[in-house]
C-alpha cells in the first residue's frame, strides 16, 4: 500500500499491524488525512502522534487539481471540475438539502461511461477509466472543504456522478468505507448511495456482502424493449432479471429497496409505462424516485406539468407504492443528472 486512502479503513489497519504499529494510529492518520484534508506528513507526526514507521511507507500524498468551481444562479447547485495527474477531467456535485446549511456531495467514479444511456453526456464521453480509490475520497474531502468554507456541511454522499459505479465495485465500497469510516469520512452509512443502472451479479454481490449503504437501481423503463432503446447495455440484462436481484436486496435488507426512473416525455411516462412498473415490481418493497430527464442535446425532454401528474395518478392505481419526485438541480451549470461531462 502506497497510498493510505487506497483502499479499505480496513486494510490500512491490516497493513499497519503488519508494520507492528497500533490501530490507535491508523485512526488518528485517517482523521488527518480525511477528517482534516492534511496531507503533510510532518504534521501528521506532530499533531496527530502517527508514527514514522507508518507514515514512512507513504509517498506524498497526490491530490486532484481543482479547476473550476461554478454555482448555479438559481438553486445553489455547485460543480466542481477536476483535473487527474493524467489530465482527466471528471465533476462532483454539491447538492444542497432542504435542512439549512446540509449538503450531499455527488461523486464520480469513472471517466466516461460505456453503459451508453441515450439520454446522459457522460455517455457522450469516450469512456477513459475508473478512478482510483483516493481520487474518489480526494473528491469527497475537496468538495468538503470548500462546502466548509461556504459554512455549510457535508451530511451525505451519492454515487451517481460520472460512470456506472459497478463497473468500478472494490474502489467505490473502499471509497464508501472511508466516508463512513467513524475516523475519516464520519457519514452514516444510510446516508451514502450507490447508484446502478442494474448490474445483477454486483447488486448481489452487495447484498450478499452486507453492506448497510443504500442502493439505488436505475431502471430507466419498465420494458425489454423501451430498455433497449433507452438503456441499451444495460438492457442485455432483461429487466425482470434486474428487478429480481432488486427483491433479494430489499428482502435482505427488510427495507424497500430505491428505484430511480429517469422521466422521459412521450417515452417512458404514459399509463401502458406505470401499468408495466405496476406488474415488474409487483409486491417487491420500493421506493420509487421519479427524476426529470435533462438532455443538453435537447432531443429528451422532460414531462410537461400534466404529462407528469397523469403519470403519477397511474402510478397510485398500478403500483401503490411510495413515490418520491427527485430535484435534479443545477440545470444552468449541466450538474444535474446525467449532464457531467468534465466540460464546464
Ligand atoms: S446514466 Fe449513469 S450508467 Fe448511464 S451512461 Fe450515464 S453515467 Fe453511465
Not at 469510516?181 to 447488486?203: F, N
Amino acid at each position: 500500500m502506497i497510498d493510505p486512502r487506497d483502499g479499505a479503513p480496513e486494510d490500512l489497519l491490516t497493513f499497519a499491524r503488519g508494520l507492528g504499529v497500533g490501530d490507535h494510529a491508523v485512526r488518528r492518520l485517517l482523521t488527518a488525512i480525511v477528517g482534516r484534508g492534511i496531507d503533510d506528513r510532518g504534521e501528521w507526526g506532530r499533531s496527530f502522534q502517527v508514527p514514522r514507521r507508518l507514515s514512512d511507507h507513504f509517498a506524498d500524498l497526490p491530490r486532484l487539481r481543482l479547476d473550476r468551481v461554478v454555482t448555479s444562479a438559481t438553486d445553489g447547485f455547485q460543480k466542481l471540475r477536476f483535473l487527474t495527474s493524467d489530465n482527466l477531467a471528471l465533476e462532483t456535485v454539491i447538492i444542497p438539502l432542504h435542512k439549512p446549511g446540509a449538503v450531499s456531495l455527488c461523486l464520480s467514479s469513472q471517466i466516461g461511461c460505456v453503459m451508453g444511456c441515450v439520454f446522459c453526456a457522460t455517455a457522450r464521453m469516450t469512456a477513459r477509466r475508473n478512478l482510483s480509490t483516493w481520487e474518489i475520497v480526494d473528491q469527497w474531502v475537496q468538495a468538503r472543504d470548500l462546502a466548509r468554507q461556504g459554512g455549510r456541511r457535508a451530511t451525505g454522499a451519492v454515487f451517481m456522478g460520472m460512470g456506472e459505479p459497478f463497473l468500478n465495485y472494490d474502489r467505490v465500497i473502499a471509497a464508501a468505507e472511508i466516508l463512513r469510516c467513524p475516523y475519516a469520512g464520519q457519514t452514516a452509512a444510510a446516508g451514502i448511495t450507490i447508484s446502478t443502472v442494474g448490474l445483477v451479479p454486483e447488486i448481489d454481490r452487495f447484498t450478499n456482502e452486507g453492506h448497510r449503504f443504500r442502493l439505488s437501481i436505475s431502471l430507466g423503463a419498465a420494458t425489454d424493449e423501451k430498455r433497449q432503446r433507452l438503456v441499451p447495455v444495460a438492457a442485455r440484462t432483461n429487466v425482470a432479471e434486474v428487478m429480481a436481484a432488486a427483491r433479494r436486496h430489499a428482502l435482505s435488507r427488510r427495507d424497500r429497496v430505491m428505484l430511480s426512473y429517469v422521466c422521459i416525455s412521450g417515452e417512458n411516462v404514459g399509463e401502458d409505462d406505470a401499468l408495466a412498473l405496476g406488474r415488474l415490481i409487483g409486491d417487491t418493497p420500493v421506493r420509487l424516485d421519479l427524476i426529470d430527464v435533462t438532455d443538453p442535446t435537447g432531443h429528451f425532454l422532460p414531462p410537461s406539468d400534466a404529462e407528469m401528474s397523469a403519470f403519477r395518478d397511474a402510478l397510485t392505481r398500478h403500483l401503490g407504492q411510495p413515490v418520491v419526485r427527485r430535484y435534479s438541480g443545477g440545470k444552468d451549470i449541466q450538474a444535474a443528472c446525467g449532464t457531467l461531462a468534465g466540460l464546464v
